[in-house]
């Protein structure tokens, strides 16, 4: 016979025991692992809320935790599954208290707790395989997918701590481009005539094997003015990390940031720690958050910056919502000549990720024409695009001109 719920008490410890905490911790992390946003302050809520709820009422403690953890209405049914399944309601005369921490720890996968929950129910009772689609198909996905399609400006920042790990991850491979040195190719598309002629030695000088070879290639250097005025704000941070991967992981990299100003920080940036790079760069910026001068910070690179770091091909990525309080004539001016100075030019849009965007400021308007490719810069998505748009893989879909 069911116990009341308001006689039942959980199979967690009682807070004397203290397994209470972890407990609660290990159910944020399944939570996160399903799909469904959990953040430490929400959880310190939650520890805060059971100081005043009955915690041998279930129906109580439910009702905390989903008002808590849920705030979208699909992640509801999921939500009450993983209660049930969690937190599931014994007496304790029939079951001693145990830490649930260790029934997690012999989960060997994210992926078996999903079909876990997809085949019980509250009553831990196996459900028909016809049930059993629901949580795969709508929920089976791992948290770093939930991460890639979720936009920069709404992350909490436990999330943007994960982001951060994930973007040391991407990889980096921009354009090729011929050097003036050659190499010995079988293929090459140029007789070696002095190699020729000393292999052919042994055949007393006829030329009977010929030597060829072939351009040595090298990455093209990349060069990176990123907007870190007020517009852009919830970006800029997030942006200096992206900056950093791209630091670590390639030989050539240029980065600028600008604001009503133009400030270098290529080499606070070579720092082996990421969140001291950062903060160094942040630092050094004394506009940080300011206003927009797209056109003068341009024109600074051009005439101060460009015949230093451009030499040879660079590919130049300009990061900014187009938000500009200066000359759109001189910005236009600029982005023609820093366009013929470059290889390839590419605008990064953080406003681009929406489907109803369009290129109304002016800022956006006068830089435009002389943009090789158009791209977002909203999440991990975003930068994964950028990677193939680079390699050669892929190119944007979304035209303006």
């Not at 701590?161 to 491979?173: P, T």
């Not at 990349?222 to 007020?230: E, F």
Request: hydrophobic share 40%; with cysteine; charged share 25%.
């Amino acid at each position: 016979m069911q116990s009341d719920a308001t006689n039942t008490q959980y199979p967690i410890s009682s807070p004397s025991s203290g397994h209470l905490l972890p407990n609660i911790v290990h159910f944020g992390r399944l939570l996160r692992g399903l799909g469904i946003p959990v953040t430490p302050a929400q959880m310190l809520d939650f520890v805060a809320a059971l100081e005043v709820v009955d915690l041998r009422r279930r129906d109580d403690v439910q009702e905390s935790a989903r008002a808590l953890f849920v705030s979208r209405r699909e992640h509801l049914e999921l939500f009450d599954e993983a209660f049930a399944l969690f937190w599931r309601a014994r007496p304790t005369a029939h079951l001693p208290p145990i830490d649930l921490g260790t029934l997690l720890k012999r989960q060997p996968a994210a992926e078996e707790q999903y079909r876990l929950i997809s085949r019980t129910g509250a009553d831990n009772q196996p459900r028909p395989e016809e049930d059993e689609p629901f949580v795969d198909k709508l929920y089976a996905a791992s948290e770093r997918e939930v991460l890639r399609h979720k936009d920069f400006a709404r992350m909490s920042d436990y999330e943007l701590a994960q982001v951060k790990e994930f973007m040391q991850e991407l990889a980096w491979q921009p354009p090729l481009r011929r050097t003036h040195r050659r190499r010995p190719d079988r293929r090459g598309d140029q007789l070696d005539l002095r190699r020729t002629f000393r292999q052919n030695l042994r055949y007393g000088g006829e030329a009977l094997r010929l030597a060829h070879r072939q351009c040595k290639t090298r990455r093209r250097r990349l060069v990176v003015l990123c907007d870190i005025s007020g517009s852009m704000d919830r970006y800029a941070r997030v942006l200096l990390q992206f900056l950093y991967g791209l630091s670590q992981r390639l030989e050539q990299v240029e980065a600028f940031v600008f604001s009503t100003r133009l400030t270098r920080i290529t080499r606070q940036l070579q720092r082996h720690n990421i969140d001291d790079a950062v903060d160094q760069a942040a630092k050094s910026v004394h506009d940080w958050a300011g206003g927009t001068r797209i056109g003068e910070a341009i024109h600074v690179f051009n005439f101060e910056w460009g015949r230093r770091v451009l030499g040879q091909g660079a590919v130049v990525i300009v990061i900014s919502d187009g938000w500009d309080r200066g000359d759109p004539t001189q910005l236009d001016a600029e982005m023609e000549r820093l366009h013929r100075s470059c290889h390839r030019l590419i605008w990064l849009n953080p406003l681009l990720g929406s489907p109803t965007y369009q290129p109304l400021t002016r800022g956006i308007q006068a830089a435009l024409p002389h943009v090789d490719d158009f791209l977002p810069v909203h999440n991990l998505v975003s930068l994964e695009q950028l990677a193939a748009v680079l390699a050669g893989k892929a190119r944007t879909g979304r035209r303006f001109r």
